[in-house]
């Protein structure tokens, strides 16, 4: 497990990314003295190190995971697939691969953790955003939260704090040794480039898969 750094000077060297996550941006969080990973809408992030893990949420919504007994831990960042031209408060709106849209971001974090040492019994989950930030959509944010939820019930799994909905988007700040959270509530100004990035998000994975989505 990675120390904090408090001495002034050198850095302490980066620790290496799992295998998985050699291509997502590492930094030096020189609030949180410690090396951190940020990650982007549908991408996730697993550390053995203590490291800390951030992301913007909008309208998705991230899943913080971890083992306190051996500190492995990390985030996920997803948003369900939806069908424009079905309408924003239709019943039908969203795709029928949503589920497994959905399912394969919880599944590949937990799955990830697993392999790296963490026990199933042992994993907690704390959950953050479902904002209503794509007024175009307007429960979009609600159908992701209700996806989590359903999703951590039906596998048995412990959410011991959340911050869900409300009409702003977040910042969030996972350490992934200790589980400590941190949160920020970002400004409306901030809300239409956080619209926007999940916008762009939404047209990539709406897109016809090539082939099957195979889950494990």
């Known amino acids: 497990m990675l120390n904090r750094h408090e001495a002034p000077g050198e850095l302490p060297p980066m620790p290496r990314a799992l295998p998985a996550f050699k291509d997502i941006k590492r930094y ?3 609030s949180g003295q410690c090396w951190a990973a940020r990650i982007l809408p549908g991408e996730f992030y697993v550390s053995t190190a203590g490291e800390l893990v951030v992301t913007i949420l909008g309208s998705c919504v991230s899943a913080c995971i971890r083992d306190p007994k051996s500190g492995v831990g990390g985030m996920n960042h997803f ?3 939806f069908n424009r031209s079905s309408g924003g408060d239709s019943g039908n709106a969203y795709v029928s691969l949503e589920t497994r849209y959905g399912s394969a971001a919880m599944e590949q974090l937990i799955n990830e953790i697993l392999k790296n040492g963490g026990r199933r019994e042992n ?3 704390k959950l ?3 904002g209503r930030v794509l ?3 307007t429960d979009i944010g609600e159908k992701n939260i209700a996806f989590a939820r359903s999703y951590l019930r039906d596998e048995g799994l412990n959410v011991v704090s ?6 702003y988007p977040r910042k969030v700040r996972y350490f992934t040794d200790t589980g400590r959270v941190q949160m920020k509530r970002l400004e409306r100004t901030d809300t239409s480039r956080v619209a926007n990035e999940e916008n762009q998000y939404l047209k990539k994975i709406e897109k016809p898969a090539a082939g099957p989505i195979d889950l494990f």
């Open 28 to 30: 030096w969080s020189k």
């Open 79 to 81: 948003m369900l697939p």
């Open 123 to 125: 994993l907690e989950v």
């Open 128 to 130: 953050f955003g479902g």
């Open 135 to 137: 007024e175009a959509m």
């Open 162 to 167: 959340e911050d869900l909905g409300g009409t």
